[in-house]
């Protein structure tokens, strides 16, 4: 069974204090690793899809990396704006369901 | 393009009543999902579609029924409300071949 962790539960950083979120999966085969930022009252807004380890993506302040076992997210100078709970999936080789993690909230302050 | 959309957004139900959350996308998307949402919780999938005609159970389908009869749509249909379904349901889509799910606002439910 896949299962992904996300860690820090919630997180508080001041704004322009850089720092990095840890997503660790287990999964049989992995298809592609999925980032998502969620605000309060919507959807989740896809940000990156990790496929190999090794890969590295970047949108603005956050860099998404990929190992075998684990994914980071790190931001950068982060701005109030950036604040979000950041979700992160796997879908594994044989399907298209994503399993999600469950999530980081991130807050932060001016 | 208005994306994934659903309706509505509120409801509150008593315990027993009958629902369905509506979902459509304008996408010409292949794949179709329900998904709900805990508070404090990653989302759990309930049902799934592949295309028109062909639907399956996700983690937790218990209490819930699905159809597909055209690409754009995809209804949740609850039955038999119970508060363990009080949650924010969330619909998504995406082409087959392109993996990245496309959220939908999701539906508050309250069942009291």
């Known amino acids: 069974e896949d299962q992904v962790t996300q860690s820090p539960e919630a997180l508080r950083l001041q704004e322009g204090e850089s720092s990095s979120l840890n997503c660790s999966y287990t999964?049989?085969?992995?298809?592609?690793l999925f980032w998502y930022r969620q605000d309060p009252g919507k959807g989740p807004e896809f940000l990156f899809t990790?496929?190999?380890a090794g890969e590295e993506k970047e949108k603005e302040r956050l860099k998404a990396t990929l190992t075998k076992k684990e994914s980071f997210l790190h931001i950068t100078a982060p701005k109030p704006e950036d604040s979000a709970t950041y979700l992160c999936a796997v879908q594994e080789t044989s399907g298209s369901r994503l399993t999600f993690g469950e999530g980081t909230q991130l807050t932060v302050n001016p | 393009n208005a994306g994934v959309t659903q309706t509505p957004k509120f409801r509150i139900l008593k315990i027993g009543q009958s629902m369905t959350l509506q979902c459509t996308q304008d996408?010409?998307?292949?794949?179709m999902y329900w998904y709900r949402q805990d508070p404090g919780m990653g989302l759990k999938l309930i049902y799934y579609?592949?295309?028109?005609?062909?639907?399956d159970k996700g983690e937790v389908p218990n209490g819930y029924n699905v159809s597909r009869s055209t690409t754009e749509d995809f209804p949740l249909r609850l039955e038999l409300a119970a508060p363990s379904q009080t949650s924010v349901y969330f619909c998504?889509?995406?082409?087959?071949?392109?993996?990245?799910?496309?959220f939908g606002p999701g539906t508050r439910l309250t069942v009291t």
């Open positions: 996408m010409n998307h292949n794949y």
């Open positions: 579609s592949v295309g028109a005609g062909i639907t």
């Open positions: 998504a889509s995406n082409l087959a071949g392109a993996y990245e799910q496309y």
């Open positions: 990790l496929y190999s």
């Open positions: 999964v049989s085969g992995l298809r592609g």
